[in-house]
């Protein structure tokens, strides 16, 4: 059975970081990732993404200051956020394509159940 389990996030001072994980469990492996971030009377954001060749894009207001990275022999995926600023608050949630097991290979995508990062002095 295939599962997603989003875990991190928390609360922290201006400044600060903090690691959201997103662990597959029942899958070959991980293709790629996308991460979004929803705030309270905002659009969704696309703030960070990883393709399947693990080359990396982020979004304006938030490069030098998050990374993305895969493990492969652990099937998760992370968002570290550095240099956290008030406006970094958010439900942050990843979206990740997964390749199921053999024999079928067969690609799905799935969906964190979102985790709230919050910066407040």
């Known amino acids: 059975q295939v599962q997603l389990l989003e875990s991190g996030g928390g609360l922290v001072a201006p400044g600060g970081s903090l690691r959201v994980a997103c662990a597959t469990s029942?899958?070959?492996?991980?293709?790629?990732v996308n991460w979004y971030r929803q705030s309270p009377g905002k659009e969704r954001e696309l703030v960070a993404e990883?393709?399947?060749?693990?080359?990396?894009n982020y979004a304006d207001s938030v490069v030098g200051r998050f990374t993305t990275s895969k493990d492969n022999a652990k099937n998760t995926v992370y968002l570290d956020l550095n240099n956290l600023k008030a406006e970094d608050t958010a439900v942050y949630l990843c979206?990740?394509?997964?390749?199921?097991?053999?024999?079928?290979?067969?690609?799905?995508?799935?969906w964190g159940q979102g985790i709230q990062v919050a910066v407040s002095i």
């Open positions: 029942g899958v070959f492996g991980i293709n790629s």
């Open positions: 979206n990740v394509e997964v390749i199921g097991l053999p024999p079928r290979f067969q690609m799905s995508k799935l």
């Open positions: 990883m393709d399947s060749h693990s080359k990396t």
